[in-house]
């Protein structure tokens, strides 16, 4: 009966029967919840497309992931500080102890060839 009168948006009807047809609708039942499928996920789309045009938000968004991104380096970076610190302080009786052995060494050395040359 739809086909037959022609009023505002009966051609949508129409559509949408022969499309329900098409993937297979029993009865108007199945109809209806083809339909209400299809106008979810019809929302769903516009939901999406308008929060891809909220250029200001998805700005906003991006900000705080790159802020949140920044404090978690900073976190790690003090970390990965603290704990050289605390290898440098653990090496650093060897390597003063080798500095001046070598000086000792070097400065051995320097007499000897002084020594040496007279």
């Known amino acids: 009966m739809t086909h037959d009168v022609r009023r505002a948006g009966s051609h949508v009807d129409a559509a949408a029967e022969s499309a329900a047809a098409g993937r297979g609708a029993k009865g108007p039942d199945e109809l ?19 929060g ?9 968004a991006r900000a705080d992931d790159l802020r949140d991104r920044a404090g978690a380096m900073t976190v790690q970076m003090r970390s990965s500080a603290a ?20 000086a000792v060494v070097v400065a051995a050395g320097v007499v000897m060839r002084r020594h040496h040359r007279c």
């Open 83 to 102: 704990h050289a610190g605390e290898v440098g302080a653990r090496q650093r009786k060897p390597i003063l102890l080798a500095s001046a052995v070598v």
């Open 52 to 60: 891809k045009m909220d250029v200001k938000g998805r700005a906003r």
């Open 32 to 50: 209806r919840r083809q339909i209400e499928q299809t106008r979810h996920e019809l929302g769903d789309t516009v939901e999406e497309l308008a």
